[in-house]
C-alpha cells in the first residue's frame, strides 16, 4: 500500500505518544505500506518542527529537528509533483499533499486536517483519519 501522511499526522506521531504515534509504529511494522512524501510537505515539517513550541518539546524528548528530519526522510519515498493543482481553496499547504499522494500514486491520505477530511478522495485516493487509517492496517 501506497501512503502520504499529512504534516499534522507526523508532527503529531513525532513528538507525542498518542493515535498518530501508534499509527507510525504500526506503519514500521507493516512491510506492505511505503510512506510517500514530498520536498513541500518536509519543508512543512522542518518548518513546524522548527517552531519554538515543537523545537521544545523535541528537547523534552532528547531529539533535535535535525535527527528527527533525517530519520523521517530515511523511511519515506520522495516523489516530485510536477503539477500542484488548487483545490483547497483556504488553505494551499493542503494542495501540496494531493499532489503528493497524486505523483506517487497513493492508496490512502492519512489526515486530522477537517478540509481534506471532508474532500473524503481524491482521484481515487481515499482520505482518512488516523484512526480510519488504524483500522485499515488492522
Not at 499533499?97 to 486536517?113: E, F, H, K, N, Y
Request: charged share 20%; glycine share 6%.
Amino acid at each position: 500500500m501506497r501512503w502520504v501522511l499529512d504534516t499534522n499526522v507526523v508532527v503529531s506521531g513525532l513528538l507525542w505518544q498518542g493515535t498518530s504515534y501508534h499509527l507510525l509504529v504500526a506503519i514500521r511494522q507493516q512491510p506492505n505500506i511505503q510512506v510517500y512524501s514530498s520536498p513541500a510537505l518536509l519543508e512543512e515539517l522542518a518548518d513546524v518542527l522548527s517552531r519554538p513550541f515543537s523545537a521544545k518539546r523535541l528537547g523534552m524528548i532528547g531529539q533535535s529537528v535535525r535527527g528527527v528530519l533525517a530519520d523521517f526522510v530515511e523511511v519515506v519515498e520522495l516523489v516530485e509533483p510536477v503539477d500542484v493543482p488548487r483545490v483547497v481553496l483556504c488553505d494551499p499547504d493542503d494542495d501540496h499533499v494531493l499532489a503528493a499522494a497524486s505523483t506517487a500514486r497513493a492508496d490512502c491520505i492519512v489526515s486530522g486536517d477537517s478540509d481534506l477530511l471532508t474532500l473524503g478522495r481524491y482521484q481515487g485516493i481515499s482520505i482518512l483519519t488516523v484512526v480510519q487509517a488504524l483500522q485499515r492496517i488492522g
